[in-house]
Each structure stands twice: as C-alpha cells, then as structure tokens.
C-alpha cells in the first residue's frame, strides 16, 4: 500500500506542476479551453500559483504529513470547484477536472490507509 501512496501523490505533484507550468505559460490550447468555462485569462496566473502551491504541498506532505493531508484536501476541493464552473458554463470539456479530482481523493485515501497501517499518523507533523 506505501508504494501505491507514493506513485499516486507522485503523480499528483506532477499533474499540479504540470497544470502550473501550462497555466503560467498559457501553454497552446489552454487559454481557448478555459474560456469555455468562462474564466478569464487574468486569473491563469492566480489558478497556476494555486497548483504550484498544491504541489509542494503534496511533495512536503512526504515528510510533514499534515501539509500533505491539507495539500489533497486542497486539490479535491479546487476541482470540484472547477467542475461546478464548466458544468455552470455548459462545457464538456469536465475529465480533465474530474481525473484530477479522483487523484486528489486516491491520494488522500491512501495517505490515511497508509499512515493508519504504517502507524504515521495523518495529522502529526
């Protein structure tokens, strides 16, 4: 179980770095795809510091476990965030919102599954 814990928080850290980097960026696409969900241009730098932050929590969650608890609380609850604003705008354009959101929750799942197991404690610091 420790090992899906990492490869999964991995990943999210990577799909956050990667969300940030396109976003800051406004890697090609990106800015046509978030006009869809009606969020505008201004706020792609504000939304990629959101995931830059996210990642780093979920990296530092690794050794402090409460920034990694707070970190995949954080990142399921911006998706559903984001999920409301495209199904509210009428753009289907939602897996993308919806993966990272069920990352975010395996990701919080297995950080209590393991430190449960492993005796780490979710919370402790």
């Known amino acids: 179980m420790f090992i899906a814990y990492v490869v999964v928080n991995i990943l999210l850290a990577a799909g956050m770095a990667w969300c940030g980097f396109a976003e800051f960026t406004l890697f090609d696409g990106i800015p046509a795809q978030m006009a869809k969900a009606g969020v505008p241009v201004s ?3 504000w939304l990629a510091t959101v995931k830059v932050v ?3 929590g979920v ?12 970190a995949a609380v954080g990142v399921a609850l911006y998706f559903v965030g ?5 199904v ?3 753009d289907p ?5 919806i993966f990272f959101l069920v990352l975010a929750c395996a990701a919080l799942t297995l950080r ?3 430190s449960s197991a492993f005796g780490l404690g979710v919370l402790s610091g």
Request: proline residues 6%.
């Open 82 to 86: 984001a999920i409301v604003r495209h």
């Open 112 to 114: 209590v599954a393991t």
């Open 93 to 97: 354009n939602v897996g993308g919102a």
């Open 43 to 45: 706020w792609m730098p």
């Open 59 to 70: 990296v530092v969650g690794f050794g402090v476990p409460v920034i990694g608890t707070a």
């Open 88 to 90: 509210s705008a009428h």
């Open 54 to 56: 996210a990642m780093v």
